[in-house]
């Protein structure tokens, strides 16, 4: 099957800095990549979907500004939070799907901003 | 705009017995993918089972099947056998057909499911 990665699974920084959350389609080319975020008990949220080449298309009421999408390649997609403070702590969970088929979907990011 | 409820936040069953998570949503399109996700503690997504919605055929996977009521639209999926690795929390999700979508899901918020020894 195809498998999704993302680098790191768990992350700790000071606030005000930025981090890079990696997602990488292992065994296939993504066109669409796509960034979510989720809270204990609760359902994702997507933040953005990026196609390869283009630029991210965000959601209502994600600040493009402090979650920088890039997907440079096919097999690659980064998010970057810039100057992360304690309330952007979350998991954030990158998927991959090419042409019309289902979304596969990396192991996840622990985010802490301390 | 699509939207995807399920109204039983946590569910509990016992070891071997049979389950049935709901979920309805609202959709004016007549083709569309119906999916549940199961993410356990490793909050690893992963894909239970799928449907589309052109198929009058409830879809089934080994003990995970689905009851896809299309004009109701109603889509539960019922476990058989529980074992305590279903133990998680459950997804629905619905994908337009239509590519102007970009072939984004639309989640419900989910059923936490426990699984009694």
């Known amino acids: 099957g195809a498998v999704v990665s993302q680098h790191p699974s768990w992350v700790i920084c000071k606030s005000g800095t930025s981090v890079k959350i990696e997602c990488r389609s292992l065994?296939?080319?993504?066109?669409?990549m796509f960034w979510y975020r989720q809270f204990p008990k609760q359902s994702l949220m997507l933040m953005a979907t990026?196609?390869?080449?283009?630029?991210?298309?965000?959601e209502q009421g994600v600040e493009k500004d402090k979650f920088l999408i890039n997907h440079a390649s096919l097999t690659l997609s980064t998010l970057t939070v810039t100057s992360a403070h304690p309330e952007d702590s979350s998991f954030y969970i990158c998927?991959?799907?090419?042409?019309?088929?289902?979304?596969?979907f990396g192991p996840g990011t622990r985010l802490t901003v301390t | 705009a699509q939207t995807v409820t399920q109204s039983q936040p946590e569910m509990s069953v016992q070891e071997a017995e049979t389950v049935t998570l709901s979920c309805t949503y609202d959709t004016s399109e007549s083709d569309y993918y119906l999916f549940w996700y199961k993410q356990p503690p490793s909050r690893q997504m992963i894909l239970v089972i799928r449907q589309e919605a052109y198929k009058q055929q409830n879809a089934t996977e080994n003990r995970f099947s689905v009851n896809f009521q299309k004009a109701a639209k109603s889509f539960s999926l019922k476990i058989s056998d529980s074992q305590l690795g279903d133990a998680a929390m459950y997804f629905c999700?619905?994908?337009?057909?239509?590519?102007?979508?970009?072939?984004?899901?639309?989640f419900g918020a989910g059923t936490i499911l426990r699984v009694k020894s």
């Open positions: 998927s991959a799907s090419w042409g019309a088929r289902e979304q596969y």
């Open positions: 990026s196609n390869e080449g283009s630029k991210a298309t965000y």
């Open positions: 999700a619905y994908r337009s057909a239509s590519q102007k979508y970009g072939n984004k899901l639309v």
């Open positions: 065994d296939f080319q993504a066109t669409t």
